[in-house]
């Protein structure tokens, strides 16, 4: 299964990013969509969409987005949430729900920082994959592809697009 990964797009979908994801089989967004629910719409008719609510969405987003999702894709357990923090430093709910769950992959996002690394204490990849809006402190819009095949993440790629690229 080929897997596209964003964040934090605060009501933006630029052509490249759509252009970058435009070969998964599904689309994980860790949260902050922006622009309520028919930006969110528009994604979800784009690819297959897993989604949680971040901190600056509305009730429209979070009637149709739980604030945590854990699922399973091709033998690996997935916990994702908005609000996560980082491994030694995890927000307390999302140290709780980890520590719940024990999940094999954790996705979070709201740091706008593009963070991806193994967290031995949990024994889990830890994956934000930045921000992808406009919105925010962050110089460069960021997004993940990755496969996921018998249990095991392969081939991730990172997207960067400058974040004056487009003037709004």
Known sequence: MY????????????????????????????????SGADFAAGIAAFKPLVGVY??????????????????EREGLSVLMTHIGGS????????QALIEH???QIFVCGHSHILKVMQDRHFDMLYVNPGA???????TVKTALRFKIEAGEIKDMEVFNLPRNNHVY
């Not at 435009?22 to 994980?28: A, G, I, K, Q």
């Not at 971040?54 to 699922?71: A, E, K, L, V």
């Not at 992808?132 to 962050?138: D, L, P, T």
């Open 3 to 34: 897997i596209g990964l964003i964040s934090d797009t605060h009501g933006s979908f630029d052509p490249e990013i759509r252009e970058f994801l435009s070969p998964v089989d599904e689309l994980w967004h860790a949260g902050d969509f922006g």
């Open 101 to 103: 769950c024990k999940p």
């Open 87 to 94: 491994p030694g430093h995890y927000d307390l709910r999302a």
């Open 132 to 138: 992808c809006g406009n919105q925010g402190w962050h």
């Open 54 to 71: 971040g901190n600056c969405d509305g009730q429209d987003i979070r009637h149709n987005y739980p604030s945590y999702q854990y699922f």
